[in-house]
């Protein structure tokens, strides 16, 4: 609802009906706004108004108006501009519907205005992908088969279809996803071609250039690693270390865009170095390490938080990859960490999967029968010295922070010391993260698309990979499969849901991980933590040895099932309180086969 509004240019705007007046009304109020002042602000608050009446136009406006709507519709939605305003979702929607039908609707006409209109119209997609951020289009990307629409543009090369915003506007959506290198390996020389034009500060695709557009979609691309081969073969890496080099603060568009444009335009730059570092060890290329220890420096003139962090992290990623790593854990080892509730990625060998289970299943059965016959015990080795247990480290992504704070929460209060990077993050956060991850018991990753996506929280997670650290995978996107690198880590281990916070599921998951820490770290269950042990009887008691060599046979099964090593059965109790213990084991056993047959 409006209050206090003053009668106003935007008043006048939206009551005109004469197209060719509301084009003009239109461009004058976005230059009212750029050029700032009182009434700017006053023109400010009505974005919902100008942008609607905008989307009201391009319904009547012939193609030659059209243009002067979707230009401005655009600018609204810059982020710089006006994508505060609560209306920015509606605007975004119809000016995506808009252009589509506006482009199908231009197919196939040979006009130079049409011809002219089409490139322009793909010019405005890009950057309206830029602005809401591809999440946001995701959907109706596919909904609307928009890529098959601007394909053919980028894969012609025609100058005149804006093919280079049309590779640029892929790259943005789709890079990403490990299936889309065919297509993306057409992309990348063009939006390469962007970036040269902007250092060398030449024309390419009949325009000029500037570097951040073309950074967030290399960047973007770099993520898949199907697309990492083709990227280096680009010469990708070698362009970004000439585009830091750039004093871009001398250049005339700073004028225009401002530093912050730039910095911003770094930070990209060395995320997609970061990602590459993923490929191969970049040490030995030239001028890499001066050049981003220079942009790491405080004194950088273009630089940011962002870009320092950015340049920081592939620092850490390229020493760290020169230091010799560990070979890959067997197979074995890998079974022996499947902690939880479903499977992160199916397995491949079913058969095998099924025959485990068969044979687990057959041991239960035999036990849940208290058979006269039962299968000797080995004698139980001498039990070693446990080593001090460290903290619990749990990565994630911002993203899921609330996620990461309710896990922290509950586990905190069930005795086990938390290290998160909100409370424990000094000056140098790589060199932190690193620490922890050595001196951790086990790591919590939660998984989700931004924690696949995200070139810090892979540094993270392959590092626990490299330190053999126990990795305990924590579902928090509920419609996330993971792949690529983050499939490959995970393997076939299983997984505790919360992504539905405050939900039953969830508070089980959290429980059922609490006894899963508690069972393969310390060896005990949550329901005797704290209180004396009661696990086997003494030899004496009626029935005491039966029970003490089921215990130790149950015990085992546990173990094997769970992922962690055997619980220790000491000595004393009763036969009564041991046969709890041992119903109690035997239920959750039947809980993590129930689970393993739900999720085959």
């Known amino acids: 609802p409006r209050s206090g509004i003053m009668t106003s240019p935007v008043d006048a705007f939206v009551a005109m009906e004469d197209v060719s007046q509301a084009a003009s009304a239109v461009a004058a109020l976005t230059q009212q706004i750029m050029h700032g002042g009182a009434e ?127 590779a640029m506007l892929i790259a943005n959506v789709i890079g990403h996803r490990e299936d889309s290198a065919e297509l993306i390996t057409h992309a990348i020389p063009q939006v ?61 568009a700073v004028k225009s865009l401002g530093l912050r444009y730039f910095s911003d335009a770094k930070a990209l730059m060395c995320k997609v170095l970061w990602n590459m570092t993923f490929l191969r060890p970049l040490h030995d290329v030239p001028d890499i390490l001066s050049t981003l220890e220079a942009v790491a420096a405080e004194a950088d003139p273009v630089g940011s938080e962002a870009s320092r962090k950015a340049a920081q992290g592939v620092l850490f990623a390229i020493r760290k990859g020169q230091q010799p790593q560990q070979a890959p854990e067997p197979e074995a080892e ?53 080593p001090p247990l460290g903290h619990i480290m749990i990565s994630y992504n911002w993203t899921y922070q609330p996620h990461a704070l309710q896990l922290r929460d509950y586990l905190r209060q069930a005795g086990w010391p938390i290290w998160i990077d909100v409370e424990q993050m000094s000056a140098s956060t790589l060199e932190s993260m690193a620490k922890a991850v050595e001196d951790s018991s086990a790591v919590l990753l939660l998984f989700a698309a931004e924690y696949k996506e995200s070139e810090a929280c892979r540094t993270e997670g392959e590092y626990a990979y490299q330190c053999r650290k126990r990795i305990v995978p924590v579902k928090v996107q509920s419609d ?113 086969l129930t689970t393993i047959a739900a999720n085959t």
């Not at 390469?192 to 902007?198: E, F, M, P």
């Open 480 to 592: 996330y499969r993971p792949d690529g690198w983050l499939g490959a880590l995970l393997g076939s281990k299983l997984y505790f849901d919360i992504s539905r916070r405050g939900t039953p599921q969830a508070t089980d998951a959290m429980t059922n991980l609490l006894k899963e820490l508690d069972t393969s770290l310390r060896g005990q269950s949550s329901a005797t933590r704290g209180a004396a042990p009661v696990s086997a009887v003494a030899a004496s008691s009626q029935g005491g040895d039966q029970v003490n060599k089921l215990l130790s046979r149950i015990s085992e099964l546990e173990a094997r099932l769970a992922g962690g090593p055997a619980s220790s059965v000491p000595a004393g109790g009763n036969i009564n309180q041991a046969i709890e213990v041992l119903d109690a084991r035997l239920a959750r056993i039947e809980a993590l």
């Open 192 to 252: 390469a071609g962007v970036v040269k034009a902007a250092v060398a500060q030449q024309m390419f695709g009949g325009r000029s250039w500037n570097p951040k557009g073309a950074c967030e979609a290399l960047c973007n691309v770099a993520i898949a690693d199907a697309n990492k081969k083709a990227m280096d073969g680009a010469g990708i890496v070698e362009l970004m270390i000439t585009a830091l080099k750039v004093k871009w603060q001398d250049r005339p």
């Open 334 to 386: 890998k079974e022996k960490e499947s902690p939880s509730s479903a499977p992160a990625v199916a397995q491949d060998d079913e058969n095998k999967k099924a025959a485990q289970m068969k044979k687990a299943s057959s041991a239960i059965s035999f036990w849940r029968k208290k058979s006269d016959k039962p299968e000797a015990a080995a004698p139980p080795a001498p039990a070693a010295a446990a």
């Open 40 to 166: 700017a602000a006053n023109v400010r608050r009505e974005y919902a108004r100008i942008g609607k009446k905008c989307i009201e136009m391009l319904k009547v406006a012939p193609i030659g108006i059209k243009e002067n709507f979707f230009a401005n519709l655009v600018w609204l939605l810059d982020p710089n501009e006006g994508a505060a305003d609560p209306c920015f979702p509606f605007l975004a929607e119809h000016l995506f519907a808009a252009v589509v039908t506006e482009y199908r609707a231009l197919q196939g006409n040979t006009d130079a205005e049409a011809t002219r209109l089409r490139g322009n119209l793909i010019n405005y997609m890009s950057n309206l992908v830029v602005y809401t951020g591809r999440k946001a289009v995701g959907p109706r990307f596919e909904e609307l088969h928009v890529i098959d629409l601007f394909k053919p543009a980028m894969l012609s090369g025609d100058l005149k279809e804006n093919s280079v915003s049309a």
